[in-house]
């Protein structure tokens, strides 16, 4: 018999061996247990099982879920951990309340890590930290509290683990994806669908007492907005569509894992190998999902969303930008006078108050220039100077944050807040915004006026007390509106 012949039958008798020796690992863990997430300081997890079949590479190298892996890989979830920002801020939040107490951040930001116990700091949280919220992160999460925010979930341990912790063994990864096939069902209960409640604990950013001087403060609420709501969508109809981007995105009847929303600029906030290993299409998805340009496929078109309403209904508000504008003003414009222009700008989003996300941070503005017919500026608001700094009567939305002397706080120690102030566009509201200018003598008619909403993931003066170095992060235009007179 052939040498190669020998090698392929002796295989192949292991791989039998193998299987009937892990049959019944699939019964003999046919009941997880519950664990609160984050109730207790950090205890390491006793199970090795556990901690290797909670790992994204459990789900990458059984050759079941590639696909979903590379999306999330360049996914805000993936990175939620392991950016700039977030550990800027977890290392002054630590140094003044200690590391034990790093578990109300590490909740939403690395779940594994504190469902694991990982020493805080330690070797082996450093290597799970890139991958912040990984599978276990929301398929493992049974319960959420749906008022309390920041992450007290209930997670399930897995029933399927890894038959031995040497991932490097290929009959091994081999003998634990069979066993994942031959009872399906189990496994499919282990890793459920997403539900939107499972999204709540940590979509709705809450400052507890403990941290804020005896009383609690709501910062961020993408959640409450949406359930007040009488609707039949929820987080994943958006956040989670059908879409074919690019070829390496999600197509067909894949259910996409880049997670989509206000979260451009990750290009700035993580350091990786080189472009071509992460070619970040984080960046090119969210900055399409932001403008309302969101495309599908024909296959989605013609078979998937006829039998799903509520994604298709989706997926037609993902094809217009979330704010719809228009200006208004008198056509017949006189030299010398003082003329005005109305802009309206309506929340067409359906489901979250704009802007979402941390709005003490987020830069979001409206921009408005008018110019003669010769090219010479009449009148400017909100137009950005050569360094990125906006001017101060800038029309901006989001919340401002105060200690408790009054004064600002520029890089999010949310634990100093004492004060609050917001500025939003609730869910179908519309807002007016009048400006007026006098018109020079000089000017050459017609006018023509152009509104634009813009927006950049950190305003220029928080960056360099959040990150200690300027940084100009890119702006991307929402929405906009031109208007011509006579």
Not at 9 to 35: E, K
Not at 136 to 142: E, M, S, T
Not at 313 to 333: C, D, F, H, W, Y
Request: aromatic fraction near 10%; include cysteine; charge should be neutral.
């Amino acid at each position: 018999m052939a040498p190669e012949r020998l090698g392929s039958l002796r295989q192949q008798v292991r791989r039998v061996i193998l299987a009937l020796v892990f049959i019944p690992v699939v019964f003999a863990f046919g009941a997880g247990y519950n664990r609160l997430l984050g109730v207790k300081p950090w205890s390491r997890h006793a199970n090795p099982w556990v901690v290797e079949s909670m790992d994204v590479e459990f789900c990458a190298t059984s050759r079941c879920h590639a696909t979903f892996t590379y999306q999330w890989a360049h996914s805000s979830h993936r990175l939620a951990g392991d950016n700039r920002a977030y550990l800027a801020l977890l290392d002054r939040f630590t140094a003044e309340f200690g590391t034990s107490e790093a578990v109300f951040c590490e909740r939403c930001h690395n779940p594994l890590l504190v469902f694991l116990g990982m020493e805080y700091g330690g070797a082996e949280a450093r290597a799970y930290r890139e991958q912040g919220v990984n599978c276990a992160g929301c398929h493992q999460i049974i319960k959420g509290d749906l008022e309390a925010g920041n992450g007290p979930t209930q997670f399930r341990e897995p029933r399927h683990l890894m038959p031995g912790a040497d991932r490097t063994d290929q009959y091994v990864r081999w003998a634990t994806a069979w066993l994942i096939r031959f009872s399906l069902y189990k496994h499919r209960a282990d890793w459920d669908g997403l539900e939107f409640d499972k999204c709540i604990p940590c979509h709705k950013v809450t400052m507890p007492a403990a941290y804020m001087g005896g009383h609690s403060l709501v910062l961020g609420d993408t959640v409450t907005p949406w359930r007040n709501l009488d609707s039949n969508r929820d987080c994943t109809h958006c956040h989670n569509q059908f879409v074919s981007f690019t070829e390496d995105s999600a197509s067909g009847n894949l259910m996409d894992h880049l997670m989509p929303s206000l979260n451009n600029a990750f290009e700035i906030l993580v350091s990786l190998p080189s472009p071509e290993q992460d070619p970040f299409l984080l960046k090119k998805y969210s900055e399409t999902f932001l403008a309302g340009k969101t495309q599908t496929s024909l296959v989605d078109k013609l078979f998937f969303y006829p039998l799903m309403p509520n994604m298709r209904q989706a997926m037609n508000l993902l094809k217009t930008p979330p704010i719809t504008m228009s200006i208004a003003g008198e056509r017949q414009v006189v030299s010398g006078t003082t003329m005005a222009l109305q802009v309206s700008s309506k929340n067409l989003t359906e489901a979250h108050h704009i802007p979402t996300g941390l709005p003490d941070v987020i830069d979001f503005w409206l921009q408005v220039e008018v110019v003669d017919s010769a090219g010479r500026a009449v009148f400017r608001s909100g137009v950005p100077d050569a360094q990125g700094i906006l001017p101060a009567e800038t029309i901006r939305l989001g919340t401002k944050i105060y200690d408790e002397n009054g004064k600002p706080i520029l890089d999010h120690r949310f634990w100093r807040i004492r004060r609050s102030e917001g500025n939003f566009i609730k869910i179908g509201e519309t807002r007016k915004d009048v400006f007026r200018f006098v018109v020079p003598l000089e000017t050459r008619l017609p006018l023509r006026a152009e509104a634009k909403w813009q927006y950049r993931r950190y305003k220029p003066e928080v960056v360099e007390p959040i990150f200690g170095e300027k940084i100009a992060f890119p702006i991307l235009l929402l929405s906009s509106a031109t208007w011509t007179s006579q």
